[in-house]
Structure formats: C-alpha cells, structure tokens
C-alpha cells in the first residue's frame, strides 16, 4: 500500500515528509513530485512505509493534522486507473 499525503506546503521537503512520517514507523520511500515550470513541489507526496500496520498508524495519526500551516490529507493512494475510452484513438478518413 502507498500513502497520499495531500495539502502540502510548497515549502516542504522530501526530507521533511520523510522525518514526519519516520515517527509511526519506517519508511521505505517518500515520492515528491515537482511541478516542471516551477520546479517546487506540487503540494501532494506519496509514502511507502515498511508495514502495513505502521501506514495505518501513521494514517490515522496525520490526516487532519496541521503541519507548516496547512491542515494534511493522509489517506490509502488509490490506484491509477486508465482514462475513459483507454485512450484508444480512431481516426476517421476524410
């Protein structure tokens, strides 16, 4: 399972979320995306934590907490799911 951290402040780091979140358990990876033209955070991360039980408690701790101002989203990532249509195109013949 991944972990969506959402409400972020464009101030945080990959270090940040990763030392938050080392407090209910250990962390295996801490994804960040950055927007391309601005080159700062998007305001959302994703988690993997080394048990399931510890994403829970990190989980049930984090979401709604306030951090650097903004009030956290932590919550299951979902899957991504294919665009309607599953992207494929026909082109008709003029």
């Known amino acids: 399972m991944s972990i969506y951290v959402g409400n972020l402040s464009y101030d945080?780091?990959?270090?940040?979320?990763?030392?938050?979140?080392?407090e209910y358990g250990r962390v295996g990876r801490v994804?960040?995306?950055?927007?391309?033209?601005?080159g700062r955070p998007r305001g959302f991360a994703f988690v993997e934590m080394s048990s399931k039980d510890d994403e829970a408690?990190?989980?049930?701790a984090l979401n709604g907490a306030?951090?650097?101002?903004?009030?956290?989203?932590?919550?299951?990532?979902?899957?991504?799911?294919?665009?309607?249509?599953?992207?494929?195109?026909?082109?008709?013949?003029?």
């Open 12 to 22: 945080v780091t990959r270090e940040d979320v990763e030392a938050v979140f080392a």
């Open 66 to 94: 306030e951090w650097m101002g903004r009030e956290m989203k932590v919550n299951e990532a979902k899957p991504r799911t294919a665009p309607a249509g599953g992207g494929n195109y026909s082109r008709n013949s003029f």
């Open 31 to 38: 994804s960040l995306p950055m927007d391309r033209e601005t």
């Open 57 to 60: 408690k990190a989980i049930e």
